[in-house]
């Protein structure tokens, strides 16, 4: 099928446009996910990153999976030795950065995933996606 959707024909590629629209709704997670790093939401933003693996994991192999399951259990321990600062009812810089800490590992690891499984596409490939 043709990927040109400026095609007089108006027809597109069913795979092409469920990546696409994938695509989307991992943008408008992420842009959730970052506007409530802003706002200091801890406890938000490990839900939100929580639902995030969701939508990647079927990408995941089994040792991606296990890397996973590692770093989702640090998070934690830190969550709860740090439960004060993660409800925002303690800020103390040592607590809060232990928090952003281990949300931002969480994150960067996902990403690197979604990137590493072209989720978003690749420019030779996926025109449109990027």
């Not at 939508?55 to 995941?60: R, S």
């Not at 800490?101 to 994150?107: H, P, R």
Request: glycine share 4%.
């Amino acid at each position: 099928m043709d990927n040109d959707y400026n095609s007089e024909t108006g027809k597109g590629d069913l795979v092409y446009d469920l990546r696409q629209t994938r695509a989307k709704i991992l943008e408008r997670k992420l842009d959730h996910i970052d506007i409530l790093w802003i706002q200091n939401d801890y406890a938000s933003c490990f839900e939100a990153l929580t639902n995030l693996k969701v939508w990647i994991n079927h990408q995941l192999d089994e040792k991606e999976r296990k890397e996973y399951e590692t770093i989702y259990s640090n998070a934690i321990t830190i969550i709860n030795k740090h439960s004060a600062a993660f409800n925002k009812q303690d800020t103390r810089k040592e607590s809060v950065n232990a928090i952003k800490y281990a949300l931002t590992t969480l994150l960067e690891w996902m990403l690197d995933k979604m990137e590493d499984h072209a989720m978003f596409g690749t420019k030779e490939e996926e025109q449109g996606l990027f």
